[in-house]
Each structure stands twice: as structure tokens, then as C-alpha cells.
């Protein structure tokens, strides 16, 4: 085993023992929400989970921007690797917001606008990795995806400008709001332990994901060399 | 400069109406798309006035979009059936030319297709527009244009690949809520009777979302393009 591959062992291993922490600090420790009682709870895996996503879908932009302009394969491959964890992470956003919504709102879905916009911003990342699951040249989908993925990113701003002036119910942001965090510091624990045990999975998975990467231009090489010689 | 770019533009815009109406592979489609959709939405909600008087701006919209959608996915059609696009690229000079050219072609084709589909909405579903077309048009206008832009970019990119047919709507409505949103309200605030002047801000909305992408798509557009 190479030094590269027990140093992502070790980093496996410290989100999944962050992630286990996290748990037992929001279920156990935590006190229960004075108002939604238990069902809070929920919110230690959802906000961390939307914050990791919105990471993930930035280093998708910047590798995106590197990408076309130092045309270094590897940026290609950070992006993709980490347009999925984006997607993964904004999908469970959106699955733990449902299973919440249902006791304190009543409903499964609304269309208030952070649904909405976490909705619209599923939606053109889904859409991302199917352009690049449908490219028939793998130069050519680096370059469709970097191009969709900076108008994308250039798209945020006016949908959550258009979407805000349409409607608004979610409970406002209680931690990156004037005058400081106004949740309490018990639960602002294993919500920063969740968030550090998903930055740190992500890192996990991204690393892992641009070795499959790495591997399969390996294979195609190896490939086309036999092909020739055959 | 800008002389040679509007020049060379105005030769592609050329190029593609010509073929058009030559041809009239594209136009006529959007046309008679565009009437059956809103015969269409007559059996989805049923014969009912003032439920159709609610929705009408949205109607509106999703048959205008549908239609403009319809056009945008071949606006590339040309080049790909008869494998033109390598002497599109050879052409010297800036590549915007290029994009611009397509964009005023493709705006051009769906203002037509909105130019038929407003008035035949008024008297289908007995609404009185008539006084309120300058306002309607502007809106149109400006929500054609920056549907158009991003359209017109994406249609260059979903050209080349697989499933094209699915692949154009896609990434294109995720993409353009903001301009679907923006006038769809302003529509509305127009058809209940407000003037200009209260959906304001919707506009504002419209005009820095055309400007933001008529900057950006020529640029992306590039890197779309290169071989």
C-alpha cells in the first residue's frame, strides 16, 4: 500500500468516526428543539448537507474556469467528481427537507423560494452530468460541461434575485445572520461536527473518484496500444 | 470593428432566413406548434373563462417557450445534417459574428411565432389585449432575448451530442427560470390591468439577465465551437 493510498484510508476513516460523532452529539446530546421537539433533529444532517453541496458546486465552477483555461485534464476530472458529490449532497438536502417539512409545515413540498432555488440548482447539476454522460468525445464534454457549469453558476444570483421576489417561507438562516449565530450552542456542536465529517467525506470521495478517473484513461490507453499492435 | 461585426452578422442572419424561407423547414412548424398548443390547453383545463383568465399569462408563456424551444433545437440543424460546421469554423475572423448571427436569426424566428400566437390567445380565450399589445411585446421581447441567448448556445453545444432532442430542453428551462419567472409576473401585472410602472422590477430583472448573457454566451460560445 503507497503513502498516497493510507493517507485517503486515514481520511475515510476520520469522516466516517467525525460523521458517527456528529450523530451522537445531534440525537443524543443535543437537547430537543424547545418547539419541534425531536423532528429538529433532522436539521443536523440537512444544513450541513446544503452548505457541503454549495462547496462542492464551487470548486465545480473554479476547476470549471481552470479547466478552459490551462486545458489540464486534471481540473476536468475535479470538476466532474465533485459535480456529483454536489448532487448527491444537494439530493439529500432535498429528501431530509421533505421528511422535515411534513411535521412542522404540513406538506411534503412547497414553493417557497429556498425549495425552489435548491430545486433549480438540482436540477442544472443533474442536467450537467448528463451532458456529460451524453458526449460522444470525452475533449469535447470537458469542454460543454466547463461552459455549462460557469452559466450555470452565473445563473444563481438572478434566480435566487427572481425566485425571492416571487415567494418566501423558509425559516430565515439562523447561524450566517447579522449579530452572530442565533441557534443554541448545544446544537451549533454536532451541527460543525456533521459539517467537518462531510467536508471531510467529500474530500474522500473526490479523491477516490479522480483515481477511478485516472484509472479508466489508463485502461483506454492500455487499450488503444493493443489495438494497435493487434 | 463593430461595423465589420454587424457586417459579418448580418451575413449569417441573411444566410439562415434565406435558407428559411426557402426552405420553410423550421418556421412553419413553430407555427402551426404554436396554434395547436393553445388549442391544446383548452382540453387540459377545460372550457371555464375565469380559470382560464387566471392562467392565461402563464399559457402564455409555456406556448411561447414550447414554440421558441421547438425553433431554437434546429437552428444548428443545417450545419449538422450537411456537416458544415468545419467551414463555419473556417471562416477568419471573430466567432461571434457567428453566434450573434444565429441568435438575431433565432430571435427573429420566434418574435414571428410570437407575433401569431398573442393575438390568436386574445380571441381564443376572450381576452382583451388589444390595448395592452405595446407592453406585451416589450416583455416578450425582452424574455425572447435572453431565452434566445442561452438557447442558441446550449443548441450549438447539444448539437454534437447524443440525444439531442432531450438533452436542448434539459439544460435550457432549468437555466431560464429566471426569465420565465420574470415574464410570466410581468405579464400578468400587465393582463390584471397594472401599467409598466408596477412590475418594474421584473423588467429590471429581464433587462440585466439579457445583458449578463449576451456577454457571456458569445464568449462561452468559443469554446463550444473550437475543434
Given at each position: 500500500?503507497?503513502?498516497?493510498?493510507?493517507?485517503?484510508?486515514?481520511?475515510?476513516?476520520?469522516?466516517?468516526?467525525?460523521?458517527?460523532?456528529?450523530?451522537y452529539l445531534?440525537?443524543?446530546?443535543?437537547?430537543?428543539?424547545?418547539?419541534q421537539?425531536?423532528?429538529?433533529?433532522?436539521?443536523y444532517?440537512?444544513?450541513?448537507?446544503?452548505?457541503t453541496?454549495?462547496?462542492?458546486?464551487?470548486?465545480?465552477?473554479?476547476?470549471s474556469i481552470?479547466?478552459?483555461w490551462?486545458?489540464?485534464?486534471?481540473?476536468?476530472?475535479?470538476?466532474?467528481?465533485?459535480?456529483?458529490?454536489?448532487?448527491?449532497?444537494?439530493?439529500?438536502?432535498l429528501?431530509?427537507?421533505?421528511?422535515?417539512?411534513?411535521?412542522?409545515w404540513?406538506?411534503?413540498?412547497?414553493?417557497?423560494?429556498r425549495?425552489?432555488?435548491t430545486?433549480?440548482?438540482?436540477?442544472?447539476?443533474?442536467?450537467?452530468?448528463?451532458?456529460?454522460?451524453?458526449?460522444e468525445?470525452?475533449?469535447?464534454?470537458?469542454?460543454?460541461?466547463a461552459?455549462?457549469?460557469?452559466l450555470?453558476?452565473?445563473?444563481?444570483?438572478?434566480?435566487?434575485?427572481?425566485?425571492?421576489?416571487?415567494?418566501?417561507?423558509h425559516?430565515?438562516s439562523?447561524?450566517?445572520?447579522?449579530?452572530?449565530?442565533?441557534?443554541?450552542?448545544?446544537?451549533?456542536?454536532?451541527?460543525?461536527?456533521?459539517?467537518?465529517?462531510?467536508?471531510l467525506l467529500?474530500?474522500?470521495?473526490?479523491?477516490e473518484?479522480?483515481?477511478?478517473?485516472?484509472?479508466?484513461?489508463r485502461?483506454?490507453?492500455?487499450?488503444?496500444?493493443r489495438?494497435?499492435?493487434? | 470593428?463593430?461595423?465589420?461585426?454587424?457586417?459579418?452578422?448580418?451575413?449569417?442572419?441573411?444566410?439562415?432566413?434565406?435558407?428559411?424561407?426557402?426552405?420553410?423547414?423550421r418556421?412553419n412548424?413553430?407555427?402551426?406548434?404554436?396554434?395547436?398548443?393553445?388549442?391544446?390547453?383548452?382540453?387540459a383545463?377545460?372550457?371555464?373563462?375565469?380559470?382560464?383568465?387566471?392562467v392565461?399569462?402563464?399559457?402564455?408563456?409555456?406556448?411561447?417557450?414550447?414554440t421558441?424551444?421547438?425553433?431554437?433545437?434546429?437552428?444548428?440543424q443545417?450545419?449538422?445534417?450537411?456537416?458544415?460546421?468545419?467551414?463555419?469554423?473556417?471562416?477568419?475572423?471573430?466567432?461571434?459574428?457567428?453566434?450573434?448571427?444565429?441568435?438575431?436569426?433565432?430571435?427573429?424566428?420566434m418574435?414571428?411565432a410570437?407575433?401569431?400566437?398573442?393575438?390568436?390567445?386574445?380571441i381564443?380565450?376572450?381576452?382583451?389585449?388589444?390595448?395592452?399589445?405595446?407592453?406585451?411585446?416589450l416583455?416578450?421581447?425582452?424574455?425572447?432575448?435572453g431565452?434566445?441567448?442561452?438557447?442558441t448556445?446550449?443548441?450549438?453545444?447539444?448539437?454534437h451530442?447524443r440525444?439531442r432532442?432531450?438533452?436542448?430542453?434539459?439544460?435550457l428551462?432549468?437555466?431560464?427560470?429566471?426569465?420565465?419567472l420574470g415574464?410570466?409576473r410581468?405579464?400578468?401585472?400587465?393582463?390584471?390591468?397594472?401599467?409598466?410602472?408596477?412590475?418594474?422590477?421584473?423588467?429590471?430583472?429581464?433587462?440585466?439577465?439579457?445583458?449578463?448573457?449576451?456577454?457571456?454566451?458569445?464568449?462561452?460560445?468559443?469554446?463550444v465551437l473550437?475543434?
Amino acid at each position: 500500500m503507497g503513502r498516497g493510498a493510507l493517507a485517503t484510508r486515514v481520511l475515510g476513516g476520520a469522516a466516517g468516526l467525525l460523521l458517527a460523532m456528529g450523530l451522537y452529539l445531534g440525537l443524543v446530546v443535543a437537547p430537543p428543539d424547545a418547539v419541534q421537539g425531536d423532528v429538529q433533529r433532522i436539521m443536523y444532517v440537512h444544513v450541513p448537507s446544503i452548505v457541503t453541496a454549495y462547496i462542492a458546486f464551487f470548486v465545480v465552477f473554479c476547476t470549471s474556469i481552470l479547466y478552459l483555461w490551462k486545458r489540464d485534464l486534471r481540473f476536468d476530472a475535479l470538476a466532474v467528481s465533485s459535480a456529483e458529490i454536489g448532487v448527491v449532497f444537494t439530493g439529500i438536502t432535498l429528501a431530509t427537507g421533505m421528511i422535515w417539512g411534513k411535521p412542522t409545515w404540513g406538506v411534503w413540498w412547497t414553493w417557497d423560494a429556498r425549495l425552489t432555488l435548491t430545486a433549480i440548482l438540482f436540477t442544472i447539476y443533474v442536467g450537467y452530468l448528463m451532458l456529460r454522460a451524453f458526449a460522444e468525445e470525452p475533449l469535447a464534454g470537458a469542454r460543454y460541461g466547463a461552459v455549462l457549469a460557469i452559466l450555470g453558476f452565473l445563473d444563481i444570483p438572478l434566480n435566487h434575485l427572481a425566485v425571492y421576489w416571487w415567494r418566501t417561507l423558509h425559516q430565515p438562516s439562523s447561524i450566517l445572520r447579522p449579530g452572530g449565530p442565533s441557534v443554541a450552542p448545544a446544537m451549533l456542536l454536532p451541527l460543525a461536527v456533521n459539517f467537518a465529517g462531510l467536508v471531510l467525506l467529500s474530500t474522500y470521495f473526490l479523491v477516490e473518484r479522480i483515481r477511478l478517473e485516472r484509472l479508466r484513461h489508463r485502461t483506454a490507453e492500455v487499450r488503444l496500444k493493443r489495438g494497435r499492435r493487434g | 470593428m463593430v461595423a465589420e461585426l454587424l457586417r459579418r452578422t448580418w451575413a449569417m442572419t441573411w444566410k439562415d432566413v434565406t435558407v428559411e424561407l426557402r426552405a420553410r423547414e423550421r418556421i412553419n412548424a413553430m407555427l402551426f406548434f404554436a396554434a395547436l398548443v393553445l388549442f391544446i390547453f383548452n382540453f387540459a383545463l377545460g372550457p371555464d373563462r375565469e380559470k382560464l383568465r387566471e392562467v392565461a399569462p402563464g399559457l402564455l408563456w409555456l406556448a411561447f417557450l414550447f414554440t421558441g424551444m421547438l425553433g431554437l433545437g434546429r437552428s444548428f440543424q443545417a450545419e449538422r445534417e450537411n456537416e458544415c460546421f468545419e467551414e463555419l469554423l473556417l471562416t477568419p475572423g471573430d466567432r461571434e459574428s457567428i453566434f450573434f448571427g444565429k441568435l438575431a436569426g433565432n430571435i427573429l424566428f420566434m418574435v414571428t411565432a410570437e407575433a401569431l400566437i398573442l393575438p390568436l390567445f386574445g380571441i381564443l380565450y376572450n381576452l382583451d389585449i388589444w390595448g395592452l399589445l405595446p407592453s406585451l411585446a416589450l416583455v416578450a421581447f425582452l424574455g425572447t432575448v435572453g431565452f434566445s441567448a442561452i438557447g442558441t448556445l446550449l443548441a450549438a453545444m447539444t448539437a454534437h451530442l447524443r440525444a439531442r432532442e432531450v438533452m436542448l430542453p434539459v439544460l435550457l428551462f432549468p437555466l431560464t427560470v429566471p426569465v420565465i419567472l420574470g415574464s410570466v409576473r410581468a405579464t400578468e401585472a400587465i393582463l390584471g390591468g397594472g401599467g409598466l410602472g408596477e412590475v418594474s422590477h421584473w423588467l429590471k430583472l429581464l433587462v440585466g439577465f439579457d445583458v449578463i448573457f449576451l456577454v457571456a454566451c458569445p464568449l462561452a460560445f468559443e469554446f463550444v465551437l473550437e475543434e
